[in-house]
């Protein structure tokens, strides 16, 4: 590469963002930009994505497109660019008629360097028409992964994007995702008919962050605890229901933290006031669903918490992701239990078959997460096909504080033979109890107490009994019943698995004790 060029680009930098270097890909992300060619871009959260299409873009000809799902993201980006000087604006619903004709007509003599369009706005016919005549000069695709049905926020106006494309010219396209799986990646590559791209994927792994599951008891409690060790620090609470997060932070409140609530049923004034407040370290803690977060740029977030299960991994990731985006410290706590994936299976109860089908596989993935005694680096990493291989990451509670482990076999066979000989029509806790011996009513009624596994697991409690039962279902040897939320079958494995028991290793769970009291959490 020349000299020059080079220091062109950096200049570049240096003049309109103020950067005097690169950081990971950047450069080369770039430079394969300028070249023209389809470019696919997947780096985590706070890497520095946008930089990879705003430079470029001020370096080309015409103007250059910027798909972008969420109108507060585009604001804030437009801002940020105007902030340095370049000529960025946005075209969605929220502009007047007036403006919306400023917008077109600078971008067609050229004024303006970066457009960013909601993916409903790039599809009105108006619009199209209006793009036709616009010297573009790429199309960038944020946060591409709402391309696919298997990420985690999948947006059906995505689809047509390519369709949209197309009718402008032949155009480079540059399509960047945080969270990416291999096979959502196939599936954004695919449908934006750029198998060919170049690939630009850095790693995933966020060595600042600590990762900790906890089971959730006495779930308010132990927040109250966390939040006590961080006090003063900024850090983002994340709740399932609007209902969740207006309770919690309350309860924060009450407790002496500065706390607000933030989720799309609030005042949109109130919201973006609760955003700024945040923002503005007028308070600390933020409670939210996840509608809080795309596009926010707080570099010192400290710590998020999950208080109620995520849908999916990838979403766990990408939340989990805006702690410690300066690099500092930043504790990432759930709070689990398995009747919160029962709830949330619940939801799914009436969307069409391969829709449930997807979110549930989903969830388990997150649950196993959640059980397993295995390094969660090491599992998130290899969730995003990453391999990991450090023995001890010493970053997250199951490396800092590992479970002991016990030879299973045959407390496994009378788990799986349990679900057998009920019929495979039964939850968790009536399998507990048959193997217990406990003779309660449910029991009799389908003489359980018959049984030859009847009472054969007396000698153990029953939160003994929960953990195996649940690592049996963890390591496949059960399975959870399509139709039926909470009934546990036998699965091929555990067939296999019953006909030649084989030595198996299940952690003894110190955590997960006493589930008597899960706390109820919607
Ligand atoms: P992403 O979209 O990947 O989550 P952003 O594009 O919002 O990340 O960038 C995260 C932060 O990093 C922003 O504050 C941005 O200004 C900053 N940043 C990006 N590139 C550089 C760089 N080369 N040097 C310093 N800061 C950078
Ligand atoms: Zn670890």
């Known amino acids: 590469m020349l000299v020059e060029e080079k220091d062109k680009l950096k200049g570049k930098l240096k003049e309109v963002f103020g950067y005097n270097q690169f ?87 050229g004024t303006i360097k970066l457009l960013y369009v909601a993916p409903e706005s790039l599809t009105k016919v108006e619009n199209v028409d209006f793009l036709k005549k616009a010297n573009i000069s790429f199309v960038a695709v ?64 966020r060595t600042n962050l600590y990762y900790e599951v906890k089971q959730k008891k006495h779930a308010k409690k132990n927040l109250v605890h966390f939040l006590r060790d961080h006090k003063n620090k900024s850090g983002i609470v994340y709740c399932l229901s609007r209902k969740k997060v207006a309770e919690i932070a309350e309860l924060l409140n009450v407790n002496g933290f500065r706390a607000a609530p933030y989720h799309a049923g609030l005042e949109p004034a109130i919201r973006e006031k ?51 985006r300066d690099g500092l410290e930043g504790k990432c706590l759930m ?10 299976e ?18 388990q993935e997150m649950s196993y997460y959640a059980e397993s005694p295995v390094c969660r680096r090491k599992q998130l990493l290899h969730y995003f096909g990453e391999e990991y291989t450090v023995e001890n990451c010493e970053m997250c509670d199951n490396c800092v504080k590992p479970k002991d482990r016990y030879e299973a076999k045959d407390v496994a066979v009378v788990a799986v033979e349990a679900a057998l000989k009920t019929g495979e029509r039964f939850g968790l806790n009536h399998l507990v109890d048959v193997i217990r011996g406990v003779e309660n009513q449910y029991v009799k009624s389908y003489n359980h107490h018959d049984l030859d596994i009847f009472g054969k697991g007396n000698e153990d409690s029953v939160e003994y009994w929960k953990s195996v039962v649940r690592q049996s279902l963890i390591y496949e040897l059960l399975e959870k019943d399509i139709d039926n939320i909470g009934v546990l079958k036998v699965s091929k494995k ?16 110190h955590e997960y004790v006493d589930t008597g009291d899960e706390e109820e959490s919607s």
């Open 23 to 109: 950081r990971g890909n950047q450069e080369a992300i770039i430079r394969n930009i300028l070249k023209g060619r389809n470019t696919f871009v997947i780096m985590p959260t706070g890497a520095g994505k946008s930089l990879c299409y705003q430079l470029p873009a001020l370096m080309t000809e015409g103007i250059a497109i910027v798909i972008s799902p969420l109108i507060a993201l585009m604001k804030n980006q437009v801002d940020q660019m105007n902030a340095f000087g370049v000529n960025a604006q946005f075209l969605n619903s929220t502009l007047t008629k007036a403006e919306m004709n400023r917008v077109k007509r600078e971008s067609l003599d």
């Open 142 to 205: 944020d946060e591409a992964h709402c391309i696919s049905e298997w990420g985690h926020d999948f947006r059906p106006e995505y689809r047509r994007i390519k369709e949209i494309i197309g009718q402008l010219g032949n155009l480079p396209i540059i399509a960047l995702t945080a969270t990416a799986t291999p096979k959502v990646q196939m599936d954004i590559q695919k449908n934006l008919q750029m198998e060919g791209a170049d690939v630009f994927k850095s790693s995933f792994n």
């Open 494 to 509: 555990g067939h296999d698995f019953l006909k030649k028991p084989y030595s198996i290793q299940f952690a003894i769970d």
């Open 274 to 324: 609760n955003q700024d407040d945040f923002l503005n370290e007028d308070v600390d803690i933020i409670v939210a669903t996840i509608a809080f977060g795309m596009g926010i740029d707080k570099p010192d977030v400290r710590f998020v918490v999950h208080y109620d299960v995520p849908k999916s991994l990838e979403g766990y990731y990408q939340e989990t992701g805006r702690a410690g």
């Open 346 to 363: 619940k939801f799914n109860k009436d969307k069409p078959v391969q829709e449930r089908e997807n979110a549930r596989v989903l969830l």
């Open 335 to 344: 709070f689990y239990s398995h009747n919160d994936i029962n709830k949330l």
